[in-house]
Structures are given as structure tokens and as C-alpha cells.
Nanobody, 122 residues
Framework: QVQLRESGGGLVQAGDSLRLSCAAS????????MGWFRQAPGKEREFVAA????????NYADSVKGRFTISRDNAQNTMYLQMNSLKPEDTAVYYC???????????????WGQGTQVTVSS
């Protein structure tokens, strides 16, 4: 069983930066894809970014390309999402995901964290 715990969310102003972390426990995830989804109030959950186990492949939603960077530290079993130039429309609960498949935009990941709130004020 895998447990994922997000941290780093908060309230920031438009244009600010924030870094989210996702710590994994219960199993070594060095061979697993990891990723981020987000869900804003009244909206469906949407893909943000994903990274394969070796960090050689990444996948980003068009809405965050050039502003967000996903990375991972397999030695620490931790994944990160560096978010720059934040916009009010980035406000959402951000979820960490993981499984053994490739980095992809589908919501069908095996493991999900509880989420961390990111609020961007204008």
C-alpha cells in the first residue's frame, strides 16, 4: 500500500511562487510515475503534470506549461511542483498521484493523496 501526503499549499498573490511537495510512504516509489491533479470549486478534477520514475519524461497541461515545473527526488521518495507566476485561476486543491503506468493526463491513477489547498488572490 502507498500513502501520499501533500504539503506546501497556502494563500499567495498573483505573480507569486509556491512549491508543493508530495512525500510517499509505504513503498519505494523510485520505479513509479508520480503526478499532480487539481480541482477548483465547482469544476472537474484536471491534470496538471506528471513525471516518470527516472525523471526523463514529463507531461504538462497546456495551462501550466512554462510556469510550473515537476521534479522528484527518489532518494527522499518525494516529488515537487514548483509553481511560478501564479494566477487566480490556479486556485484549487492540488492532489498528488502515483502508479506504475506512464506519465499521463488521465485521472485513472492507483494512488491519491488527500490534497493541499492553493489559493491565489488577484
Amino acid at each position: 500500500q502507498v500513502q501520499l501526503r501533500e504539503s506546501g499549499g497556502g494563500l499567495v498573490q498573483a505573480g507569486d511562487s509556491l512549491r508543493l511537495s508530495c512525500a510517499a510512504s509505504g513503498r519505494t516509489l523510485s520505479m513509479y510515475t508520480m503526478g499532480w491533479f487539481r480541482q477548483a470549486p465547482g469544476k472537474e478534477r484536471e491534470f496538471v503534470a506528471a513525471i516518470d520514475w527516472s525523471a526523463s519524461r514529463t507531461n504538462y497541461a497546456d495551462s501550466v506549461k512554462g510556469r510550473f515545473t515537476i521534479s522528484r527526488d527518489n532518494a527522499q521518495n518525494t516529488m515537487y511542483l514548483q509553481m511560478n507566476s501564479l494566477k487566480p485561476e490556479d486556485t484549487a486543491v492540488y492532489y498528488c498521484v502515483s502508479d506504475s503506468g506512464p506519465p499521463r493526463a488521465t485521472t485513472k491513477y492507483d494512488y491519491w493523496g488527500q490534497g493541499t489547498q492553493v489559493t491565489v488572490s488577484s
